[in-house]
């Protein structure tokens, strides 16, 4: 059988081979995904997550429960040598090893891309998967509990009341909008905490946000967040965040104990940094519009396929920022599938189909019963496209299973309001235990061996008789004796 191998399972990774399972006939090809992860992270509900209004392990859809064919390999893909058709593989247990293919599909996604921004390194969070989604949250909560035990004017109780995040994008701003959202409704179970204490920031580099909608829609956001104690600060850069202090390019200065960075994706390194396959300039592997990579002269690699953010494909619409198509889940999802398709195809022997899809709007939430929708010149605003941002997400999350979920809780959540627990000890889940385990008593110190002195030398026996001393035997001076006087007879 045919080999088929898929290097990542994000969103393109995972429904790529979701689409094969359902689409290949019996024995028709054998089909492996490698990803560290055993799940699939569902981003869109990151923000909301962070925010506590969904349950992190319903964002998640877990490889082996839903893929039921594919050979899963736990680990990361280190090397691609198309050349000789086998990838490296680094398990998480155990010594890297080689797995060959006749056909690879690179999805291995993107990670948050960073700027040499002093203290953003140490001390901000992504919001790229579901981990960091929790630690926000987390974060935001236990920073509550902290502050409520300082006195009103305490630096560091500014500090903690002070959420900044970087990036006006939709990924920010939903995540900007589900924080505020957030911090104000745990305000009812902090008494000690007043509303105006809590100090929100969005930084955005360029002069509006969220470019996928209108610049009207985009000034509605910014108006709305800045009502509800959430100002953005347009045309401005973050300079530092160094010990937590925000350095803004307007001159203004703050504490932050809370710093989110959304300010853009880049191709996974580790991946793109290691393959023969070709990258383009942006660090993307090329391909073309039927999602084969194809190298500088745009001839498609024969057994050699890419989708998603890792892949530079071209928007056929013409709609794409610099020709290609943007990384988001939309196109992640839809070109997996076509994807899918084109390569059960070219092993039938048929001809694939060029990627296309325009569109058809963007939804964003941005709080709890607030949100925005955009599809050409028609704009939702407020509850309405708050309905449409999830009723559009929950149909969306994959597999039946965890819709359901999804939606049982947020059902839950409206009957029983949010969930503020936080569970920020499971970062350093044995602390407790190692605090009060007893241990074993350390060895008793080796007690020191009794001094031996050494023997004193013994003076040459006289030629007459010998009167023993105290320190003689009897026998030995008996013994001496009788050598004495026989030798005094021989003379």
């Known amino acids: 059988m045919p080999k088929i191998l898929i290097v990542g399972g994000g969103y ?26 055993p799940y699939m992270t569902y981003q869109p509900f990151l923000p909301e997550v962070a925010s506590g209004a ?11 429960r839903h893929l039921k064919s594919t050979k899963l390999i736990s680990g990361r893909a280190t090397y691609i040598n198309h050349a000789e058709k086998k990838v490296t593989v680094t398990p998480l247990v155990g010594d890297a090893f080689d797995v060959e293919y006749d056909q690879v599909v690179v999805t291995a996604g993107a990670v948050s891309r960073t700027f040499p921004i002093p203290g953003i390194a140490d001390l901000a969070f992504g919001l790229k998967n579901i981990e960091e989604a929790v630690a926000v949250r987390d974060r935001l909560f236990t920073n509550f509990d902290k502050a409520a035990t300082l006195p009103k004017g305490d630096p560091r109780r ?68 800045a009502e509800r104690g959430a100002p953005i600060h347009l045309d401005t850069q973050l300079q530092s965040a160094e010990n937590g202090v925000i350095q803004l390019s307007s001159g203004e200065s703050f504490e932050s104990d809370l710093i989110v960075w959304t300010a853009g994706v880049m191709a996974n390194p580790v991946v793109t940094r290691n393959t023969d396959l070709p990258i383009e300039a942006r660090g993307r592997v090329t391909a073309n519009a039927s999602l ?32 290609f198509c943007v990384p988001n889940a939309q196109h992640a999802v839809r070109q997996a599938k076509r994807l899918a398709k084109n390569l059960i195809a070219v092993l ?97 110190p080796a007690a020191e061996a009794p001094k031996v002195e050494a023997p004193k030398a013994e003076a040459p026996a006289p030629a007459g008789p010998v009167t023993p001393t105290e320190e003689q035997a009897p026998a030995e001076v008996s013994e001496k004796a009788d050598e004495a006087v026989a030798e005094a007879k021989t003379k």
């Open 348 to 444: 039938r022997g048929e001809t694939p189909v060029e990627y296309v899809h325009k569109s058809l709007g963007a939804v964003a939430g941005i709080g709890l019963y607030d949100g925005v929708f955009q599809s050409g010149k028609i704009a939702l605003k407020g509850f309405i496209a708050w309905c449409a941002h999830r009723g559009y997400h929950g149909l969306a999350m994959p597999s039946w299973e965890r819709k359901w979920r999804v939606i049982f809780g947020w059902v839950g959540n409206f009957f029983l309001g949010r969930d503020f627990v936080t569970l920020s000890a499971v970062q350093q889940p044995r602390a407790s235990f190692e605090e009060f385990a007893s241990r074993p008593k350390p060895p008793a």
């Open 292 to 323: 084969q990579v194809v190298d500088a002269e745009g001839v498609a690699i024969e057994g050699a396929w890419t989708a998603g953010d890792v892949a530079a494909v071209p928007d056929l619409t013409g709609a794409g920022v610099g020709g």
């Open 158 to 225: 500014e500090r903690l009341l002070t959420v900044t995040v970087v990036g006006g994008g939709f990924a920010g701003i939903e995540a900007y909008g589900e924080l505020r959202s957030a911090a104000s409704a745990i305000l009812k179970v902090y008494p000690e905490i007043e509303f105006d204490e809590i100090k929100f920031h969005l930084v955005e580099a360029m002069g509006r946000i969220m470019p996928e909608v209108s610049l009207e829609t985009s000034h509605w956001v910014v108006n709305r967040l």
């Open 54 to 64: 969904i349950d992190p392990r319903y964002a998640v859809v877990t490889h082996r």
């Open 12 to 37: 393109a990774g995972f429904y790529t081979a979701w689409k094969l399972e359902k689409s290949l006939r019996r024995g028709e090809a054998e089909v492996t995904l490698i990803d560290p992860l």
